[in-house]
């Protein structure tokens, strides 16, 4: 089993930056990558970004390219999501996930690991 834990959400007005971790444990042999996902209120979780585990490859969902930025860390086993220009819009619980297979995987089920969530509120 390989267990996700978040860190780093808050409250931060419109225009500004956080940056999210996720440290993995467990059977971290088992990633072969990780990404972010978030659910607003009343809406579907959905994918973010995701990144390779052991090489070079990121993925970024349209909405998200250009402001944010997934990098990883191996020898600590975490991940990060440095988040840009922030809008009311990207307000939500984001979601560090794992998964045995490939990166550029956006569907929620095909996911194997899940972090709790850590709230991130842009305010206008």
């Known amino acids: 089993q390989v267990k996700l834990e978040e860190s780093g959400g808050g409250l931060v007005q419109a225009g500004g930056s956080l940056r999210l971790s996720c440290a993995a444990s467990?059977?971290?042999?088992?990633?072969?990558?990780m990404g972010w996902f978030r659910q607003a209120p009343g809406s579907e979780r959905e994918f973010v970004a995701s990144i390779r585990w052991g090489r070079d490859g990121t993925f970024y969902t349209d909405s998200v390219r250009g402001r944010f930025t997934i990098f990883r860390d191996n020898t600590k086993n975490t991940m990060f999501l440095q988040m840009n220009s922030l809008t009311p819009e990207d307000t939500a619980v984001y979601y560090c996930a794992g998964r045995m297979g490939g990166a550029r995987q956006t569907v929620v089920d095909m996911w194997d690991y899940w972090g709790q969530g850590t709230q991130v509120t842009v305010s206008p």
């Open positions: 467990g059977r971290t042999e088992d990633l072969n990558a």
